[in-house]
């Protein structure tokens, strides 16, 4: 593996920009490496198989009202994945005991769980889909990652003429004469290995280009995306530098000795002195010819990491998703407690991958949405204190009528006339922080205790306490004040109701950017968009310091 953090400017750009280089590659011989591996993997322990292989064709029961009897009737008319998918154990193992059914073996059937997974699988037209998979002993595969399970060598012998032809072609930088030349060139890289693996992949219309649009699509399902990551390239690399490679580029892209292109002249210039194969190839035992096998860096350390190692990388553009303190410092500011940076940074480690936060824009959101509800990551419980001086009873029935007279209601109090209502909230409620709480959001089951709003995002209303303590195991539908002090449960609460909300098929929605995709994200937190030019302006700063320190190469919410 190399790598180059620095900066860098392309031949087109005004100014360098930070950016990083990453490779992994091997000149070894792979593909007998791999044959030997897959032997060797046959011979493990059942224990050390950790990837749950659900086939293309797999069933997604629809997750409401079924037991795992009607669960395996309903399979047949169910609806299939479209692809292959290799679930880690360790994600299995981690989901709510609500979300998993174990089925014992009878005397006509092998011991069977049921599995519910949401935003995995996805079908013919590549929706998403959220129900129940089946596991069956014996039938459904577990696979060691010794396997190399999905993982394909692609021999691929294009060159850069190739690829700058295709290009050109596809982004309509050729007259019609000019695509008729180099139609011969620009299909040595359309139809050759790699393209074509890729074109199966990501090109739903089968127009045969490849678009921006499409690429995000197909990353944004997990099975593509981890087909795209099984791909291993046997191709010359770049840094193994011939001029003559280089050269043939001239023509297509208007150089010659009478017309001059100076910027690709110096750009050559530039690849030759940054070729460094030749001189090193000996010393280090790669292969004197220039050509190697390439390997996804995340998809190959995904497939071997341990999955308690706290290692999470995003879905759609590889950058390491372990925040660190550093970061946390930056975007909170000096009142924050360091204690709730702390539990932010064991969070990212052990909780984001349990509730599916595993994205750039994700977590960018999810971090402009806690600073706002939280005053800057500094309040985690809901100021009920409506003061004389801002408030009248009239007012302050107008902010909340819904939840008031559900206190009333709850209470058994009833009015004459809207007078007699108001004086009452006057006398009770005005600048009466505990009486608010306990009026609107108090609940007869708990009573002397309220639901108020609290939390990283505030969860409010007993109701939303009760499902998130049951889902979570955290008790605090009968301790809310939990969510206020303790931050390790008010930050697991807001995952839970991040997940428990589908707010990351929001927040990765690629047709929302910007300013739209904060307002999309907002809805399901605070119906009333309150606040929302912070939470815009918060998103904004958090998503620039987001991608310095961690190199996101997701789409930028500018």
């Excluded at 049921?114 to 996805?122: D, I, M, T």
């Excluded at 004197?288 to 497939?303: K, R, T, V």
């Excluded at 004040?481 to 428990?500: G, M, P, S």
Aim: glycine content about 6%.
């Amino acid at each position: 593996m190399i790598g180059h953090l620095g900066l860098y400017q392309d031949s087109d750009a005004d100014q360098p920009e930070k950016k990083l280089h990453l490779e992994s590659f091997s000149g070894d011989d792979v593909e007998a490496f791999i044959e030997a591996s897959r032997a060797w993997a046959q011979r493990l322990p059942e224990k050390d198989r950790t990837w749950l292989k659900l086939a293309k064709g797999t069933p997604v029961v629809a997750p409401e009202g079924h037991t795992a009897a009607q669960m395996q009737m309903a399979s047949a008319s169910s609806p299939i994945s479209a692809a292959d998918l290799l679930v880690p154990k360790k994600l299995l193992d981690d989901l709510p005991a609500d979300r998993k059914i174990q089925v014992p073996a009878s005397p006509t059937r092998k011991a069977r769980t049921w599995y519910r997974l949401e935003n995995l699988l996805h079908d013919a037209d590549n929706n998403l889909l959220d129900g129940w998979v089946c596991e069956e002993i014996g039938v459904t595969p577990w696979v060691s990652p010794w396997a190399w399970e999905g993982y394909d060598v692609i021999i691929d012998y294009s060159r850069p003429k190739h690829l700058m032809a295709s290009f050109l072609s596809a982004v309509d930088r050729f007259t019609e004469a000019q695509r008729e030349r180099y139609r011969a060139i620009a299909e040595k890289d359309d139809k050759g290995p790699m393209k074509s693996r890729l074109y199966a992949i990501i090109d739903r219309n089968r127009d045969g280009k490849m678009t921006a649009t499409e690429l995000q699509a197909a990353l944004k399902l997990p099975a593509y995306a981890q087909s795209i990551s099984q791909m291993i390239l046997y191709k010359e690399s770049e840094w193994f530098q011939q001029p003559k490679i280089w050269d043939a580029l001239d023509e297509l892209l208007g150089h010659s000795g009478s017309t001059p292109h100076l910027n690709w002249l110096a750009e050559k210039q530039r690849i030759a002195e940054l070729g460094w194969w030749r001189d090193v190839a000996e010393k280090v035992g790669l292969p004197s010819w220039g050509s190697a096998y390439h390997f996804h860096p995340f998809g190959i350390l995904g497939n071997f990491a341990n999955p308690v190692n706290g290692m999470l990388n995003c879905k759609i553009c590889g950058a390491t998703l372990k925040l660190t303190n550093d970061f946390l410092s930056e975007i909170c500011g000096n009142e924050v407690n360091p204690l709730f940076i702390s539990a932010m940074v064991d969070a990212a480690k052990h909780l984001f991958k349990k509730y599916g936060l595993d994205s750039c824009e994700q977590i960018t959101h999810l971090l402009a949405q806690a600073k706002k509800e939280t005053g800057g990551f500094v309040h985690f419980r809901e100021s009920l204190n409506y003061s004389r001086r801002t408030y009248t009873a009239a007012k302050l029935y107008r902010l909340s009528p819904t939840v008031i007279n559900a206190g009333f209601s709850r209470k058994g109090l009833s009015f004459s006339s809207e007078e007699e209502k108001l004086a009452w909230i006057d006398q009770h409620l005005i600048g009466n922080d505990v009486a608010y709480g306990l009026h609107c959001y108090g609940n007869s089951e708990k009573p002397g205790k309220d639901f108020r709003g609290r939390g990283l995002i505030h969860l409010t209303h007993y109701e939303t306490y009760k499902k998130c303590a049951k889902d979570t195991g955290l008790p605090i539908d009968s301790n809310p004040e939990l969510l206020e002090k303790d931050f390790a449960v008010a930050i697991e609460t807001a995952l839970w109701f991040w997940k428990a909300r589908r707010i990351s098929a929001i927040a990765e929605d690629p047709t929302l950017n910007g300013d739209a995709g904060v307002t999309a994200v907002t809805r399901p937190i605070n119906i009333g968009l309150a606040g929302l030019s912070d939470r815009q302006k918060y998103k904004r700063d958090i998503t620039e310091k987001f991608t310095a320190n961690f190199d996101s190469r997701c789409k930028r919410n500018d």
